[in-house]
């Protein structure tokens, strides 16, 4: 499975943006998809996820309210909606596809099989 990553940028505080990340090679369906972040210095840390179907979603706290995932199955793509972006929220953006996912671990990167390439949010004060 490939992953391609994108809609990243420079956007002020309480600006919004949309991440997209489309994936190919593969049974889309089949995976759990998810969206991890990493900021300079930092570790990767779970963002959002979400099992096959797409019908329960999970959420890191730090964005609960202000970030939403979704998928469309018939086109092969995750998205990251971002609203009220804060300057913490800058980081560059991986979205992550898992074939057998433990809910349990739904945040641990290791859990997740493939990986896109990043795209970089800059949220400016």
């Known amino acids: 499975v490939q992953l391609q990553a994108s809609g990243g940028g420079l956007v002020q505080a309480g600006g919004s943006l949309r991440l997209s990340c489309a994936a190919s090679g593969g049974t889309f369906s089949s995976y759990a998809m998810g969206w991890f972040r990493q900021a300079p210095g930092k570790e990767r840390e779970f963002v959002a996820a979400l099992r096959r179907s797409g019908g329960t979603k999970y959420s890191a706290d730090s964005v609960k309210g202000r970030f939403t995932i979704s998928r469309d199955n018939a086109k092969n793509t995750v998205y990251l909606q971002m609203n009220s972006l804060k300057p913490e929220d800058t980081a560059v953006y991986y979205c992550?596809?898992?074939?057998?996912?433990?809910?349990?671990?739904?945040?641990?990167?290791?859990?997740?099989?493939?990986w896109g390439q990043g795209t970089q949010v800059t949220v400016s004060s």
């Open positions: 992550a596809a898992a074939y057998g996912l433990i809910l349990s671990s739904i945040a641990n990167p290791q859990q997740y099989d493939y």
